[in-house]
C-alpha cells in the first residue's frame, strides 16, 4: 500500500501521518511518499511509538524548523519509540532529515526498543546533540541489530554533539 504525506505544521509539537501507533497496534507493509515541515517532533510514519511497525518503506523529505532551544526527535520513519513498545523491523528510509534541534535517526529518532534489519540511505543532517543513520539515540533497553547505515550523516553545529553510522548517542543502564 501506498501514502502521500503531505504536512506542513510550524505551529504543534508533533508531525507525522501517525500522531501515535498504540500498544498492541501494528502497521506493516507500506510506502510513503511526500514531504513533512514541522517544529519538535517529526516522524514519517508516527511521532510515537507503542505498538509495533514492520516493512515501512519513506521516501518522505523531514524538514524541522524549531530551534536549538526545542527538545524534539525526528526520525525516517518514528520520531519516538517507547521503551514498551513493540520492534521496528524491515523498515528502509531514503528521504532526507534536516533540522535543527535535539534527536535526529534516519529510522527512529530516539529508539527505545528492539530495532531490527532496517536500512538508512537517506541524508541526515541536524545541528545539535545526537544524530544517527538509525538512530539519533536508543534508551536504556534499546537494541540494534542487522541495521545499514548508506546515508550521509552531518552536523551543522559548531558544538558538542554526538554523531554516529548507526547510533549518536546510546544510553545503557550502569
Known amino acids: 500500500m501506498c501514502y502521500i504525506v503531505s504536512i506542513n505544521n510550524n505551529t504543534t509539537n ?20 511526500g514531504q513533512l515541515n514541522g517544529r519538535v517532533r517529526l516522524g514519517g510514519l508516527a ?12 521516501y518522505v523529505t523531514l524538514t524541522q524548523a524549531g530551534t536549538g532551544n526545542e ?11 517507547e521503551n ?7 523498515c ?16 527512529v529518532g530516539s529508539g527505545g526498543a528492539t530495532i531490527e534489519n532496517c536500512t538508512n540511505w537517506g541524508s541526515v543532517t ?4 545526537s544524530i544517527g543513520g538509525i538512530s ?3 534508551k536504556d533497553k534499546g537494541t540494534i541489530s542487522g541495521c545499514a547505515n548508506f546515508g550521509t550523516i552531518r552536523s551543522t553545529s559548531k558544538e558538542y554533539g554526538k554523531i554516529g553510522g548507526i547510533v549518536g548517542s546510546a544510553v545503557k543502564p550502569i
Open 14 to 33: 508533533s508531525s507525522a501521518l501517525f500522531g501515535c501507533i498504540a500498544k498492541g497496534a501494528s502497521v506493516k507493509n507500506l510506502s510513503l511518499y
Open 92 to 107: 528502509v528510509n531514503y528521504g532526507s532529515i534536516t533540522g535543527e534541534s535535539y534527536i535526529f535517526g534516519g529510522i
Open 136 to 138: 539519533g539515540s536508543t
Open 126 to 129: 541536524a545541528a545539535n546533540v
Open 71 to 81: 527538545t524534539g526527535t525526528v526520525g525516517g520513519i518514528i520520531a519516538n519509540q
Open 47 to 58: 511521532g510515537y511509538l507503542l505498538g509495533s511497525v514492520d516493512n515501512i518503506t519513506s
Open 84 to 90: 514498551s513498545a513493540g520492534a521496528i523491523t524491515n
